[in-house]
């Protein structure tokens, strides 16, 4: 089992940064391809990002290619995800999950383990 903790969320204004974290416990925390997804208020859960379990593949949502990049650390069992060009389009909460599967990553539904959330605002 993966127990994930996101952090690094905040109130930022348009065209700026945030990094966000995510802490997993567990020591099987390689094996696991990451996502990152997020949730605005009265809208569904979307994809964000994705990132194979050697770090070798990612994947974004056409919304931010180019403008956030995941990236893991195996070692101290960490997924970040490092956000530019923050637009105002981008608040809403933001989730890191855990999947073993080696497809579907694009979908939450193949992800087993999910954090609870991080808020991030971005004001105009």
């Known amino acids: 089992q993966v127990q994930l903790v996101e952090s690094g969320g905040g109130l930022v204004q348009a065209g700026g940064s945030l990094r966000l974290s995510c802490a997993a416990s567990?020591?099987?925390?390689?094996?696991?391809?990451m996502g990152w997804f997020r949730q605005a208020p009265g809208k569904e859960r979307e994809f964000v990002a994705a990132?194979?379990?050697?770090?070798?593949?990612?994947y974004y949502a056409d919304s931010v290619e180019g403008r956030f990049a995941i990236s893991r650390d195996n070692a101290n069992n960490t997924l970040y995800l490092e956000m530019n060009s923050l637009k105002t389009e981008d608040t809403a909460v933001y989730y890191c999950?855990?999947?073993?599967?080696?497809?579907?990553?694009?979908?939450?539904?193949?992800?087993?383990?999910w954090g609870q959330g991080t808020q991030v605002t971005v004001s105009s």
């Open positions: 567990g020591r099987t925390f390689s094996t696991y391809a």
């Open positions: 990132i194979k379990w050697n770090a070798g593949s990612t």
């Open positions: 999950a855990a999947t073993p599967y080696g497809t579907g990553w694009r979908t939450g539904g193949a992800y087993l383990y």
